[in-house]
């Protein structure tokens, strides 16, 4: 099987990245939403961008590359991963909280953001597997793949404390590390937005979509329980926080860098979680490896 650590290996990353740069950019021309990179900002903006791509290019191919899966089946599930952490969970608070950001994001945009994701993730997938040398089946013996083994029951029970952590950790790092990290800004953006009470279910739905992502990770990926933890935990940090590495207009530095702290922490420490509850065994089964 490939390794991860070889120069052939990174040099693909870099290159898959570069390709993530012009593909960001492509779907932006296709489908503008009248907000970009801060004019004041270009370089460091493009620096910034160019970051985020090498990130996701790095851990998208860490999945790739450690895949018991190939060809279109795994271009598949790549897809679905990016798209569902980067887009989908992403822009799904900008849906429901509409009526309350009109002045930060128009409704006519929305459809384009979820477009350019859509291209993003879509020819990314595609391009990532093809280049890995994993569209067709792997002739070299494979590690062992977690296999989940759960009763109704089970799921439910471990479903239910996700979403119960899910909830705690969004409220907790959004009172302790995000407003503190963006102090006044927070007003001077938000204004005097107010969360709904049914703001909890959706961040419990949102917890169930988390976990729908992580399984064919779990599903996939060839290592360890450790590493299958660490596997999803820096997915769902990644793919989503790296985003907020780029300078926009319609978002504050102080802004941004909060939420970058914020999401990137929750999400990993949330990851690591969802994989360590999964991968317990159950009361009359177990993960085989």
């Given amino acids: 099987m490939m390794g991860t650590g ?27 939403i009248g907000a970009g990179v801060e004019a004041e900002s270009t370089a460091s903006g493009s620096l910034f ?27 598949a599930a790549i897809f679905v991963i990016y798209y569902g952490i980067m887009t989908f969970l992403s822009q799904i608070e ?49 590690r062992p793949v977690s296999t989940l083994q759960l009763t109704y029951g089970e799921w439910i029970k ?17 009172a302790l590390v995000f407003r503190p990290l963006v102090g006044a800004a927070f007003s001077e953006y938000y204004g005097d937005l107010e969360l709904p009470a049914w703001i909890l279910l959706l961040q419990a739905a949102r917890a169930l ?4 992502l992580a399984l064919p990770i779990m599903r996939m990926f060839q290592g360890r329980a450790w590493e299958v ?5 820096l997915s769902y940090s990644i793919l989503m926080g790296a985003l907020l ?16 702290v914020e999401v990137s922490l929750s999400n990993f420490i949330f990851g690591w979680l969802v994989g360590a509850i999964l991968q317990q065994p159950g009361k009359n089964a177990e993960i085989v490896r």
């Avoid at 870099?14 to 932006?28: D, N, P, R």
């Avoid at 309350?100 to 409704?107: E, G, N």
């Avoid at 933890?229 to 935990?233: D, F, K, Q, Y």
Wanted: hydrophobic content about 60%; glycine content about 8%; aromatic content about 12%.
């Fill in 6 to 32: 070889g120069i052939l290996y990174w040099s693909r990353v870099v290159v898959l990245a570069i390709v993530l740069l012009i593909l960001f950019g492509v779907s932006g021309v296709m489908f503008p």
């Fill in 49 to 75: 961008t160019f970051i985020a791509c090498l990130l996701h290019a790095g851990i998208l191919s860490h999945l790739i590359v450690r895949s018991s899966w190939h060809g279109w089946r795994l271009i």
């Fill in 94 to 142: 900008t849906v429901v909280f509409l009526e309350h950001l009109t002045d930060i994001v128009r409704a006519e945009d929305l459809p384009a953001l979820f477009a350019q994701g859509a291209i993003v993730a879509g020819v990314f997938s595609l391009v990532a597997v093809l280049a890995h040398g994993k569209f067709k089946k792997q002739t070299t013996p494979s």
């Fill in 158 to 174: 471990r479903l239910g404390l996700i979403a119960v952590i899910y909830v705690v950790l969004y409220l907790g790092f959004g």
């Fill in 209 to 212: 979509v988390w976990v729908a």
């Fill in 229 to 233: 933890n660490l596997a999803i935990a």
């Fill in 245 to 260: 590495l780029i300078p926009t207009d319609i978002m504050p530095t102080a802004i941004r860098w909060g939420h970058f």
